[in-house]
């Protein structure tokens, strides 16, 4: 059974940072691989991806991110701890969300999409003063 859990969030004012975590159990890794991604979700609105990584045997990590996250988001990988990273830098207020962890194998052009991810987390909440 996979799991997901995540771990990390909390309230930090503008400007500040956060590292979310997220230690992921139960997984096959099958070729090719698979999409792990960060989403978030604010009150009201709906869920949008901010980062994806695509996993395989290789141990390359490449990684995407969505524009309004780019240059101030990280995500990362440690294979030893089964355990996926979201380092968030430059924290805004519109930041303010309640932030999952998903894996699946989305077609590449929706790797940010929620659509195509079949497993999730029980989500962080990140809130950014300013």
């Known amino acids: 059974q996979v799991q997901l859990v995540e771990s990390g969030g909390g309230s930090v004012q503008a400007g500040g940072s956060l590292r979310l975590s997220c230690i992921v159990s139960?997984?096959?890794?099958?070729?090719?691989?698979?999409?792990m991604g960060w989403f978030r979700q604010a009150p009201g609105k709906g869920r949008e991806g901010v980062a994806s990584?695509?996993?395989?045997?290789?141990?390359?990590?490449?990684?995407y991110y969505a524009d309004s996250v780019k240059g101030r988001f990280t995500i990362s990988r440690d294979s030893a701890k089964n355990t996926f990273y979201l380092e968030m830098s430059s924290l805004k207020p519109d930041d303010t969300a309640m932030y999952y962890c998903?894996?699946?194998?989305?077609?590449?052009?929706?790797?940010?999409?929620?659509?195509?991810?079949?497993?999730w987390g029980q989500g962080t909440q990140v809130t950014v003063s300013s």
């Open positions: 998903a894996a699946g194998s989305p077609f590449s052009s929706r790797r940010l999409s929620p659509d195509g991810y079949k497993y």
């Open positions: 139960g997984m096959t890794y099958n070729f090719p691989g698979f999409y």
């Open positions: 990584a695509w996993v395989s045997s290789t141990g390359d990590l490449p990684t």
